[in-house]
């Protein structure tokens, strides 16, 4: 059975950082582009980012570039989201996702948490 | 640029039908098959329910359809049940925005 499980949210400052993780089993991670989606309180998904198989190619949305970092350790079946000055308007439940194909996003994590806030 | 459009809401009783619709461009919808659509409840995260327009994956209730016109995918839910109400995400291959801005289904 697929288990994608992000961990790493929590209560940040404006300006700092924070690292998700996803620990993903049940399948041939290397083998899948792996996706983050975020979802802010009350409002819809915005696909943020993802990473090929590989890892050799990655693609952001405009708002998170230059400060969101996405990689992944195949060794370690675990997608990463390094996020660095961070704004309040970045304040979501972050969601990993595995792509089967063309966003065909067929399985999730539980999601986690980030708060943005002084 | 804009994301899929979709309505905010959308509602029926139980056992109708209801049709959500999902409008994108030439760029997105419209180019290409690869539309999916998404169920998500409160507190939950997202499920797939549809992919390619029109396939279902496994265990998913062949009440859920999924069809296509040009630029507009199509997601409709038929003999509507208490536990479809929900928000309801277009998604599509193609466009710099990949979801649509989600649907709140209400059963009456």
């Known amino acids: 059975e697929v288990h994608l499980v992000e961990s790493g949210g929590g209560l940040v400052q404006p300006g700092g950082s924070l690292r998700l993780s996803c620990a993903a089993s049940?399948?041939?991670?290397?083998?899948?582009?792996m996706t983050w989606v975020r979802q802010a309180p009350g409002k819809g998904l915005e696909w943020v980012a993802h990473?090929?198989?590989?890892?050799?190619?990655?693609r952001c949305i405009d708002s998170v570039k230059g400060r969101f970092s996405i990689s992944r350790d195949n060794a370690k079946n675990s997608l990463y989201l390094q996020m660095n000055s961070l704004r309040a308007e970045d304040t979501a439940v972050y969601y990993c996702?595995?792509?089967?194909?063309?966003?065909?996003?067929?399985?999730w994590g539980q999601g986690t948490l980030v708060t943005v806030s002084s | 640029q804009s994301a899929l459009t979709q309505p905010p809401s959308a509602s029926g009783s139980p056992g109708q039908s209801v049709t959500i619709s999902c409008t994108g461009t030439?760029?997105?919808?419209?180019?290409?098959?690869?539309v999916s659509w998404y169920q998500q409840h409160p507190g939950k995260a997202p499920k797939l329910i549809i992919y390619?327009?029109?396939t279902r994956p496994s265990g998913v209730p062949d009440r859920f359809s999924g069809s296509k016109s040009g630029n507009t995918a199509s997601l409709t839910v038929s003999g509507l049940q208490a536990e479809d109400e929900a928000d309801y995400y277009c998604?599509?291959?193609?466009?710099?925005?990949?979801f649509g801005g989600g649907t709140k289904l209400t059963v009456l």
């Open positions: 030439s760029s997105d919808v419209g180019a290409y098959n690869y």
């Open positions: 998604c599509s291959f193609g466009g710099s925005k990949v």
């Open positions: 049940g399948f041939n991670f290397n083998i899948y582009w």
């Open positions: 390619e327009v029109t």
């Open positions: 990473i090929k198989p590989d890892g050799s190619e990655e």
């Open positions: 996702a595995r792509d089967g194909g063309f966003y065909k996003f067929d399985s």
